[in-house]
Structure formats: structure tokens, C-alpha cells
């Protein structure tokens, strides 16, 4: 399994290189899937999800589709994402991306999907990936609304938790109470800004990154 787990996307060459190296091929040749739809219940201006998907658009991928698994029916979105080389999924809410990755039928086809395909999270998109979603203590780092109750247990495909946008003006509470939160959690974390991804290559983890980080637990 190749995860490419980033706070804000691929926001520097480094993390560009990295996605490069897990595609196994030019961008040019290869599909990409965005499913924006943790930013479904999200307010105001979507300026950030905009950003995302252009910078999709100039890194020269063959394709660049949209799949909303809140909209359509699994019918509908399982071929597109089989369709891709990269499924990123993008930010917004945590706790109601995981509960329409259950929903959706996602949760029961995702591993399957990752023997070939590389996963990119972007915030919540990286978030889910972990064993526990620790829905309590990340509402204190970003006063994020818990939409659904019924979603704290995480994908499991790693054993920590990415907390993203540290030293983020957006985010002020996360890297004010971030040391503080962090002795709640028993599993591992990363605390990363922007500018750092974690990868992950069958297991093996490293961070790339040209900007600031901070592993707890």
C-alpha cells in the first residue's frame, strides 16, 4: 500500500517528487481521481478545494476526474476510482468524510483499490487513514463540528494519527494546544504544517518535507 498523506496538498517539489516516485510514472501517463467530499458540510469560500484540484491540473496528469461518494451510487463511482492510478481525497470535515466512507461502500473496497492505486489525503483525507480518529481531541485543535458520532474508529491502514496545518494561520488552536492535546492520544502522531507529507510505502514510513514537523507518542 503507497499512501502520500500531506496537511494542505502538494504544496512544494519535494512532496511532488515523493507522489512522482510512489505513480511510478510521469504524471502524464497517469489518471487521477479527487473526491472532494469531505468538504461537503464545509461553509464559505472554497478557495483551498479550488487550489487543490488546479494544482491537479498543472502538475499535467492524463486525467483529472471528480467523484463525489456522497452523490452517486457505488455503481457509478467504483469503476472511475478502479479508472485511476491516484485517489486523492481531499479536506473538510473528518468525522463526515469517514461516515460517508462507510456509507458509500467505500470502507469495503478501498484496500482492494490501494494494491495498485496510490492514496494522497489531503487534512481530513489524511486523517482517516488512521487507526482512531480522536474526533474529542481534534475538536479542540480546529473546533471542527463532529457530524457523524458514529466514526471514530479510522481506516487502519496506518498506526498513527497526521494532525495537519501546524504554524497554520487558519488553524491557530492546532499548534497553540498541540503539545497539550498530545498527551491524551496513546497511539503516535505526526503534527505537520503544510509544506510536509508523510509516505508511506507498504508499512515504512517517512516524512518529506520542506517545512516543520513533530512526532509524538
Excluded at 498543472?58 to 492510478?85: C, H, M, T, Y
Excluded at 458514529?150 to 491557530?172: I, Q
Excluded at 492520544?185 to 514510513?205: F, R, S
Aim: charged residues 30%; negative net charge.
Amino acid at each position: 500500500m503507497k499512501l502520500l498523506l500531506t496537511s494542505g496538498g502538494l504544496e512544494n517539489k519535494t512532496m511532488i517528487d515523493a507522489l512522482r516516485d510512489l505513480v511510478g510514472k510521469d504524471f502524464k501517463d497517469a489518471n487521477l481521481v479527487f473526491i472532494p467530499t469531505a468538504a461537503n458540510v464545509e461553509k464559505g469560500d472554497k478557495w483551498w478545494l479550488i487550489g487543490d484540484l488546479a494544482k491537479c491540473k498543472e502538475l499535467g496528469f492524463k486525467e483529472v476526474d471528480i467523484v463525489d461518494i456522497a452523490a452517486v451510487s457505488q455503481d457509478i463511482w467504483e469503476p472511475r476510482l478502479r479508472n485511476a492510478d491516484v485517489l486523492m481525497v481531499g479536506g473538510g470535515n473528518t468525522s463526515y468524510l469517514m461516515g460517508q466512507i462507510k456509507k458509500s461502500g467505500l470502507v469495503k473496497v478501498l484496500s482492494d483499490l490501494l494494491k495498485s492505486r496510490v492514496y494522497v489525503g489531503i487534512s481530513a483525507g489524511s486523517m482517516v487513514v488512521a487507526p482512531k480518529l480522536k474526533e474529542k481531541e481534534m475538536q479542540r485543535l480546529y473546533e471542527e463540528p463532529i457530524i457523524d458520532d458514529d466514526t471514530n474508529e479510522g481506516l487502519g491502514f496506518v498506526d498513527f494519527l497526521v494532525v495537519p496545518h501546524m504554524n497554520s494561520p487558519y488553524f491557530p488552536r492546532a499548534s497553540e494546544l498541540i503539545d497539550e492535546v498530545a498527551k491524551d492520544i496513546e497511539i503516535p502522531l505526526y503534527a505537520i504544517d503544510d509544506q510536509t507529507a508523510v509516505k508511506v510505502v507498504d508499512g515504512d514510513t517517512e516524512v518529506v518535507s520542506e517545512g516543520k514537523w513533530k512526532r509524538f507518542n
